[in-house]
C-alpha cells in the first residue's frame, strides 16, 4: 500500500498569511494527488485533483503542485472560510489512501 | 443538483450486521463508479470500498475484505455497503462519495454525502 504522509499536522496561522502543507508518497504516483478540505461535522470537499488542477467553483487562492512522491498545497491569502483540515490523497493504485490530516488553526 | 443521502447507520453490538445505502440523484448514476469512504471520531479519512459503474470491478482494502461487501442497483440509483461481523473499530462516519469523471475507475471524489454514523458497542 502506497502511505501518504502529510506535514505538518497542525498549522497555526493568521488571515491574509500564505501557507503551504506538504504530501509525500512512499513511492512514485506520478499527479495522481487529489487535496480536500473539510470542516467540523461536514464531508470532505475536493479543491485539487491531478495535483495541480483546481475544482471547479475552488477560489483561486488555492493551488497544488508536484508530481512524484512530493506535493504541496498553497493557500496563497488565508481567508476565514479555510481554517479546517486538510487531507491529500493518491488515487495512482488501489487500496486509495489518504494523508492523516493537516489541521489549520487560527493564530 | 447531485445529491448523495445516505441511510442505515445505528447502534450495533459487536459481531452483528448493518447495510449501509446511498440514495442518488442528478446524475446518471450508472455511469459512475462509486466509493465509501469511513471516519472514526476524531481520526482522518479511511477508504472502504469502490465499484464501478456497469462492469462490476470492486475494491477493498485487504483489512476489510471479507466482512464488507459493496454493491449497486442501478435501477434504483442507489449504492449499498453490507457489514458483518462489526468490530469496535468499524466505529465511524460513513460517507459515499461519486468518483469525479465518467467511465472507468480511480478518479478523486467529487460529490460526498452527508455521511451516516455507526457505533459498534454492547
Known amino acids: 500500500d502506497i502511505q501518504m504522509t502529510q506535514s505538518p499536522s497542525t498549522l497555526s496561522a493568521s488571515v491574509g498569511d500564505r501557507v503551504t502543507i506538504t504530501c509525500r508518497a512512499s513511492q512514485s504516483i506520478s499527479s495522481w494527488l487529489a487535496w480536500y478540505q473539510q470542516k467540523p461535522g461536514k464531508a470532505p470537499k475536493l479543491l485539487i485533483y491531478?495535483?495541480?488542477s483546481l475544482e471547479s467553483g475552488v477560489p483561486s487562492r488555492f493551488s497544488g503542485s508536484g508530481s512524484g512522491t512530493e506535493f504541496t498545497l498553497t493557500i496563497s491569502s488565508l481567508q476565514p472560510d479555510d481554517f479546517a483540515t486538510y487531507y491529500c490523497?493518491?488515487?495512482?493504485?488501489?487500496?486509495?489512501?489518504f494523508g492523516q490530516g493537516t489541521k489549520l488553526e487560527i493564530k | 443538483e447531485v445529491q448523495l443521502v445516505e441511510s442505515g447507520g445505528g447502534l450495533v453490538k459487536p459481531g452483528g450486521s448493518l447495510r449501509l445505502s446511498c440514495a442518488a440523484s442528478g446524475f446518471t448514476f450508472s455511469s459512475y463508479s462509486m466509493n465509501w469512504v469511513r471516519q472514526a471520531p476524531g481520526k482522518g479519512l479511511e477508504w472502504v470500498s469502490s465499484i464501478s459503474g456497469t462492469l462490476g470491478y470492486i475494491n477493498y482494502p485487504d483489512s476489510l475484505k471479507g466482512r464488507f461487501i459493496i454493491s449497486r442497483d442501478n435501477a434504483k440509483n442507489s449504492l449499498y455497503l453490507q457489514m458483518n461481523s462489526l468490530r469496535a473499530e468499524d466505529t465511524a462516519v460513513y460517507f459515499c462519495a461519486r468518483d469525479q469523471a465518467s467511465g472507468g475507475t480511480g478518479w478523486p471524489f467529487d460529490y460526498w454525502g452527508q455521511g451516516t454514523l455507526v457505533t459498534v458497542s454492547s
Open positions: 490523497q493518491q488515487y495512482n493504485n488501489y487500496p486509495v489512501t
Open positions: 491531478k495535483a495541480s
